[in-house]
Structure formats: structure tokens, C-alpha cells
């Protein structure tokens, strides 16, 4: 079991930046392979962005790439999403998520159905 607790959404004007964090309650290096995750208002979740469990690999929802940078801190057990040049359609709550999976990531990566560990969500707002 691993508990996650997001932060750092708030609202900014179209082309701004936040820092969304995600606290782990136990250690998740070597251990979680992790990802990011929005919902928007009637829409379907969908995956932003994952990392594996060594930090080093990634992968990026097609809409992101280039503006958004996932990086895990494992000393702190928490794990951030750098998010620039923001428009408004990446207006949503942003959940993060961890499972135990230690393999290669992929697209498979950013299906919420393969996480069972959530946060309570942060919410983020961009406006034109």
C-alpha cells in the first residue's frame, strides 16, 4: 500500500507554468513505476505522463511533449510534473498514480486502469 498526496495546482493565464508534486507515504524508488493523470469535467481520465520506477525512463501523452517534464525525486518519495506553456485546454484535476511495476514503460504506461494507487487530486486552471 502506498498513500499520494498531490500539490501545487493553482491558476495561471495561457503560456504560464506550475509545479505539481506528489508525496509517497513509503519508499518508491526501485519499487513504483509512477505516472500523472487529468480529468476534465465530463471527460474521460486520461494519462499525461509516466516514469519508471529507476527515474530515468518516461513517456508523454502526445498533447504534452515538449511542454511537460515528469521527474521523480527518490530521496523524497515524491514525484513532480513541470508543466510550461500552459493552454487552457490542459484545464483539469491532475491525479497522480503509482503501481508496483518495475518493467519497461510504454503506452501502456498512461491507462489509468493499471494504477491502483491514488491521490486525492490538485486542481489546475488556465485562462485565456
Known amino acids: 500500500q502506498v498513500q499520494l498526496v498531490e500539490s501545487g495546482g493553482g491558476s495561471v493565464q495561457t503560456g504560464g507554468s506550475l509545479r505539481l508534486s506528489c508525496a509517497a507515504s513509503r519508499n518508491i524508488a526501485r519499487r513504483y513505476s509512477m505516472g500523472w493523470f487529468r480529468q476534465a469535467p465530463g471527460k474521460d481520465r486520461e494519462g499525461v505522463a509516466a516514469i519508471d520506477t529507476s527515474g530515468v525512463g518516461t513517456y508523454y501523452a502526445d498533447p504534452v511533449k515538449g511542454r511537460f517534464t515528469i521527474s521523480l525525486d527518490s530521496g523524497k518519495n515524491t514525484l513532480y510534473l513541470e508543466m510550461n506553456s500552459l493552454k487552457p485546454e490542459d484545464t483539469a484535476m491532475y491525479y497522480c498514480?503509482?503501481?508496483?511495476?518495475?518493467?519497461?514503460?510504454?503506452?501502456?504506461?498512461?491507462?489509468?486502469?493499471?494504477?491502483?494507487?491514488w491521490g486525492q487530486g490538485t486542481q489546475v486552471t488556465v485562462s485565456s
Open positions: 498514480a503509482a503501481r508496483a511495476y518495475m518493467g519497461t514503460i510504454g503506452a501502456a504506461a498512461l491507462h489509468h486502469q493499471e494504477y491502483p494507487y
